[in-house]
């Protein structure tokens, strides 16, 4: 069952906020203010489900984003407040805006003005990492925030849905070895049920595929997390942090990857 259920985010920055993974956190919104843009659709996502629309005000420009992210580092710098990151998410995937590159250098550049201890931190879905020029400005960030939900090729196209039929586990897993020692894996831990069909990623089964995959890649952390705020399909439930951790102990101890459970 779905709910109707509408984009979180209605301006380009936003917050600060304080993320449970990351600390005081400015947000950086490169979809639309009034609609979703993503190459995922996935059950879970707490900014609602593609079909909403991409809206009537389009993508932010770069220079809309940097002016807007100058006026509030400037703001904050001056009433003397903390920031720990500055974090690309929002309404939609932020590597699927065409200055995305651009808009990583502007935003290093005012960070190093403003606040140079901050991180510059990109949520991602992984679907834009195959682009060279996504996969080099990506680099150039201090946390490469990747997800990969699941390494099993029918659980991920259930949960995540991705709109290409082309990105499969397989070549994400691939691609994802580029940032080796770099990248950080983020991948979401839930079980529900989706139009009748059993939503379950915490099998031995599931997790024994993560643990391979996550060997291949050799990212430099492995991030998991469970349901934190509602989603559009009502029958998913949230995985506890006391089998999270289990989870993440397991995926240590066959890994040596350092695990983060939230």
Do not use: W
Not at 3 to 21: E, M
Not at 141 to 170: C, W
Not at 224 to 250: A, C, F, H, N, W
């Amino acid at each position: 069952m779905a709910k109707d259920q509408t984009v979180l985010f209605h301006s380009t920055i936003f917050g600060p906020i304080r993320s449970r993974r990351l600390g005081v956190s400015l947000g950086v919104n490169l979809s639309p203010v009034d609609g979703k843009v993503c190459s995922f659709d996935c059950l879970y996502c707490e900014a609602g489900y593609n079909a909403q629309g991409p809206g009537k005000s389009g993508l932010p420009t770069r220079e809309k984003v940097a002016d807007n992210l100058q006026a509030k580092l400037a703001s904050m710098k001056e009433n003397g407040e903390t920031l720990d990151v500055i974090t690309f998410s929002g309404n939609g995937e932020p590597t699927m805006h065409p200055d995305f590159a651009g808009i990583i250098d502007d935003t290093i550049a005012l960070r190093d003005r403003y606040f140079p201890d901050a991180k510059v931190s990109v949520l991602s879905n992984s679907t834009r990492i195959f682009n060279p020029v996504v996969a080099e400005a990506l680099k150039k960030v201090d946390n490469n925030i990747l997800k990969l939900d699941s390494a099993v090729e029918e659980t991920m196209q259930l949960i995540d849905r991705p709109v290409s039929r082309e990105f499969t586990v397989e070549k994400v897993v691939e691609a994802l070895k580029q940032f080796k020692g770099e990248g950080i894996i983020q991948t979401m831990i839930l079980r529900g049920e989706h139009d009748g069909r059993n939503v379950d990623n915490t099998t031995p089964e599931e997790v024994e595929a993560l643990i391979k995959a996550y060997k291949e890649i050799q990212p430099r952390e492995v991030m998991l997390y469970s349901l934190d705020r509602s989603t559009p399909e009502e029958k998913l439930v949230k995985v506890e942090k006391e089998e999270l951790q289990k989870i993440g102990e397991e995926i240590e101890r066959q890994t040596g990857i350092p695990v983060q459970v939230n």
